[in-house]
């Protein structure tokens, strides 16, 4: 719809509706998935999201180019008009989705449940078996509210803290990647500010694969932590050298985009493995909406930065918001790997070893645990 209309209030209100829907497709799908997949691969198979959305990201880079070097002027609409194609296509793909068994049963369509499980997993189970504590069940019923009550508030603030300090930085890289590049002496132009930016996508996707891999290796925790501290040293070092060559500059920034990895994957890992199904999408929902602020805080005041203050202090300014993130990942961060959805590390306290499930296996299947 943006394509087709010539107001720019009327373009801004439809991108505003259409963020609506960005945003509620986030928590919603994230949510979602986590409750139906197996403990075991959870965490890389949520992280494989956001590794779709950078292999989206890098193609909207190139489509972008090909529109501009064949559209023309009018090509804006005509970027703005391909994205139908991939909403048409995943519209169609979700069509007939399961819900959540946990959900179903915790809204008290227990039965329901069950025949969901039993129909796409092919395993009967007791119903009793998928619903919460009853205790638990009322305690968890204040929704939003629950987020900064002291069993989650500080779930709450790690997960949308860590998520600011990381995309902050990231999407002021991301969007205004040639222009700190050109700031080093490497050359601008159309070329640079599309197939260049799409290039740098494609490095932040590339850093999600090793990083899928350790989450559930080395644990999330270890993870996140040693991915902020050597993410720190790239931006520091371009900080406290904003004379180096432009060859070193762009290297500086691929290996933080690669070492970004780590973050990436475990943006809507975390939040899905820290909240019971009552408040999870929730607490997906609200850590997003936390990060958006420092995207949308990064974005717009990097180029004030870099031309009011300079590289240097600007590149520190993105260092030291990372090496936020970093005391933000050490003091609160917690290990959720290999745990049941159900049984969550207890709300506010120490870190769950992965070698120790959180509940013995019982007839309920492993996915829906």
Request: net charge positive; charged share 15%; hydrophobic share 50%.
């Amino acid at each position: 719809m943006p394509s087709l209309v010539q107001a720019v209030w009327a373009i801004a209100v439809l991108r505003f509706v259409l963020g609506m829907a960005v945003a509620a497709d986030y928590p919603i799908a994230t949510s979602l998935l986590a409750e139906w997949l197996p403990a075991k691969h959870r965490g890389r198979l949520l992280g494989k999201q956001i590794v779709a959305w950078y292999a989206g990201s890098v193609l909207a880079y190139v489509v972008g180019y090909l529109f501009l070097e064949l559209a023309g002027p009018g090509s804006w609409r005509w970027m703005l008009a391909s994205s139908t194609v991939l909403c048409v296509v995943f519209l169609v793909i979700r069509r007939g989705s399961p819900e959540s068994p946990r959900w179903l049963a915790a809204n008290g369509r227990v039965g329901e449940a069950v025949r969901v499980v039993e129909k796409h997993l092919g395993v009967r189970v007791d119903g009793r078996e998928l619903m919460p504590d009853p205790a638990e069940r009322a305690r968890r019923a204040s929704g939003l509210r629950l987020l900064m009550t002291p069993p989650y508030r500080r779930r709450t603030l790690f997960c949308g803290l860590f998520f600011l300090c990381q995309v902050g930085p990231l999407f002021a890289m991301l969007t205004f990647g040639p222009q700190i590049l050109s700031s080093f002496g490497m050359p601008g132009g159309t070329v640079m500010e599309t197939l260049g930016t799409g290039l740098i996508s494609l490095v932040f996707l590339l850093g999600c694969y090793p990083a899928l891999r350790l989450i559930d290796t080395r644990g999330r925790r270890p993870v996140i932590i040693w991915s902020f501290a050597l993410m720190t040293v790239p931006l520091a070092l371009l900080g406290v050298w904003p004379t180096a060559p432009a060859a070193i500059a762009l290297t500086a920034l691929c290996a933080y985009a690669f070492l970004c990895g780590g973050p990436n994957v475990l943006d809507w890992t975390y939040p899905n493995e820290l909240f019971p199904t009552e408040i999870r999408a929730t607490a997906v929902g609200v850590a997003t909406s936390v990060s958006r602020i420092g995207a949308a805080v990064g974005t717009y005041l990097l180029p004030l930065s870099l031309s009011g203050l300079g590289t240097g202090p600007t590149m520190l300014i993105a260092a030291g918001t990372t090496a936020l993130g970093l005391l933000v990942c050490v003091l609160w961060a917690e290990e959720t790997r290999g745990t049941a959805l159900g049984a969550s590390p207890a709300a506010g306290g120490t870190a769950v070893k992965a070698s120790a499930p959180a509940v013995p296996a019982q007839r309920v299947p492993q996915t829906v645990r």
